[in-house]
């Protein structure tokens, strides 16, 4: 993490490690506002465009940034290169949920939990767009669902505490 990329010791070590990174096989993430050395950064730790999981995982860091909006063509490619990757529809899920899109956000966690029936965090996060949506009595289902999957899954304890806070139970 690097607040910008502009000239400076911090900037030329991070992309220096993210060409060594590259080089190694591995996937260099970077979060930082930009700047000048962006182009030599993004140059340096180019994705495999075939690695499902490595679009994923940049995704991922666009949604923990904040910019749902930068992460949703990232998601994108890594549904489709790994169709059956039920991670990949689950993220895509959440970050069209961030963005508004509930109908799309609820068909890839629908996708996402019929991949794998005994993921918790796929029921957790169809849960909360579900409540999101209206359907409290399927949101319901879901959360219970994922907690009894896994009472730890903190996908799951963040349905349990979205419906216990529509029910004005918290």
């Known amino acids: 993490v690097t607040p910008e990329l502009n000239a400076g010791g911090v900037e030329r ?12 096989g591995g996937l260099a993430l970077v979060a930082s506002a930009g700047g000048r050395l962006e182009p030599d950064l993004k140059a340096a730790g180019r994705l495999d465009p075939k690695c499902s999981q490595a679009w994923l995982w940049q995704g991922r860091a666009e949604l923990d940034l904040g910019r749902p909006d930068r992460a949703l063509p990232a998601l994108d490619r890594a549904v489709g290169l790994g169709r059956k990757h ?19 956000a609820l068909g890839d966690a629908d996708e996402a939990v019929r991949l794998h029936r005994d993921h918790a965090a796929g ?16 949101a319901s289902e879901d959360a219970a669902r994922a907690l009894k999957l896994s009472p730890r899954d903190p996908e799951a304890r963040l349905a349990e505490a979205a419906i216990l806070r529509a029910r004005g139970d918290h």
């Open 13 to 24: 070590t991070t992309l220096e490690m993210a060409e060594a990174i590259s080089r190694a």
């Open 123 to 138: 029921y957790g996060v169809r849960a909360r767009l579900r409540l999101a949506s209206g359907d409290a009595a399927r």
């Open 86 to 104: 039920p991670d990949a529809w689950l993220w895509r899920a959440e970050g069209r949920g961030r963005l508004g899109d509930l109908p799309g």
